[in-house]
């Protein structure tokens, strides 16, 4: 039992410097985490033994150390967060009958949008396969999740010419666009597009999110357009949305 709380003050200094924007002085590591000084050196020197941090001595800083890369290296090999998603996929487009629809799993690769895993109730002819990119901008999916980012940082990720894309003349092609687009959608909690990536087809979608409460992924469906109104895109819409929290649920989204 003396070893569980170093091991939760462990994991608790890799999460704080994973989600650092580089390395941190060990003080200022105590000082967020609520550490008692001494403590966090010593805490540290057994971590870089092991190697999950290093030490900067130039700077006095700590970062992450191979260690964790060699963890998240394993997290990605074991699929976890399509494993977790098929069963709800595969729920999600029983629930959506009687409208014939794909549901798929995508996360963001940049300014792309990357799909994971799919389930489908009817083959539909659409570019939305696993493994594809997509414009982040002009999917469902991707938007879902720039819409639960801060928009600093998309503005950031959008910056250059060629982050912008145009595939049926529909859809975003200027941060303001873009912009007025993200606000609705966060406001609302789901995303959608109507012939933005393939002509005839629409989706709807709502972001994943992580036990930092950020977004790591997105649910949605994709359906032919002429066969849906409003009213069924707002219920396709709701029961994304519920798969999402369900997942980020099972990730540890409190």
Request: hydrophobic share 45%.
């Amino acid at each position: 039992m003396t070893q569980v709380p170093a091991a939760t003050r462990a994991l608790a200094v890799l999460m704080h410097l994973a989600s650092a924007p580089g390395p941190m002085p060990a003080a200022s590591i105590a000082r967020s985490l609520g550490l008692p000084r001494s403590s966090t050196y010593h805490l540290l020197d057994a971590m870089r033994e092991s190697g999950f941090v290093v030490h900067i001595p130039g700077e006095e800083r700590w970062g992450l150390g191979i260690a964790a890369f060699e963890i998240g290296a394993a997290y990605v090999r074991h699929d976890p967060l399509e494993r977790m998603a098929t069963p709800l996929l595969q729920a999600l487009v029983r629930a959506s009958a009687p409208t014939a629809v794909v549901a798929y799993l995508g996360v963001l690769h940049g300014t792309e949008t990357l799909y994971l895993a799919k389930a489908e109730s009817r083959h539909l002819p659409i570019v939305t396969e696993v493994g594809v990119r997509l414009p982040a901008a002009l999917t469902a999916s991707g938007r879902a999740m720039l819409a639960a980012l801060p928009i600093e940082q998309v503005r950031a990720d959008f910056a250059t010419p060629r982050a912008w894309v145009d595939r049926t003349g529909r859809g975003p092609t200027t941060w303001q666009a873009l912009r007025a687009l993200l606000e609705v959608e966060r406001d609302r909690g789901w995303s959608e597009e109507d012939g933005f990536i393939t002509e005839g087809f629409a989706s709807v979608a709502a972001p994943v999110r992580n036990h930092l409460h950020r977004p790591v992924a997105a649910i949605g469906v994709t359906f032919v357009s002429t066969e849906s109104t409003p009213a069924v895109r707002r219920a396709l819409a709701a029961k994304s949305m519920r798969t999402a929290r369900e997942l980020s649920r099972r990730l540890g989204e409190r």
